[in-house]
């Protein structure tokens, strides 16, 4: 029902820049929330950055200022530009989305996740 494809991962090296984007395709009635959400290993899920419907933005602690969340709501993509990386910042980067889809006989809100890219900052 939803297909999600990430883009823009990869290895830099500390101070450098990527961008992560992330477009979700499908039976698709309304986009309510999509972002990214970052793990490395041995430790927790946790938030990067979303943005809601209404163009709101939620930021994990310390990454607002070097990233930014931003959306296209033509094209059902959210970007996620990181600058100034630093090697705390190496993980997995999974996109995030809260839909609505056309389910077969009626509307179906849920979280879909994306397969997830690599992001690795060398020193």
């Known amino acids: 029902q939803v297909e999600l494809v990430e883009s823009g991962g990869g290895l830099v090296q500390t101070g450098e820049s990527l961008r992560l984007s992330c477009a979700a395709s499908?039976?698709?009635?309304?986009?309510?929330?999509m972002g990214w959400y970052r793990q490395a290993p041995g430790k927790q899920r946790e938030l990067v950055a979303t943005v809601n419907e209404g163009g709101g933005t939620d930021y994990g602690d310390s990454l607002k200022g070097r990233f930014t969340i931003s959306r296209d709501n033509t094209k059902n993509t959210v970007s996620l530009q990181m600058n100034s990386l630093k090697p705390e910042d190496t993980a997995v980067y999974f996109c995030?989305?809260?839909?609505?889809?056309?389910?077969?006989?009626?509307?179906?809100?849920?979280?879909?996740w994306g397969q997830g890219t690599q992001v690795t900052v060398s020193s």
């Open positions: 499908g039976t698709i009635f309304k986009i309510h929330a």
């Open positions: 995030y989305t809260y839909i609505t889809v056309y389910a077969r006989t009626r509307l179906e809100t849920d979280q879909y």
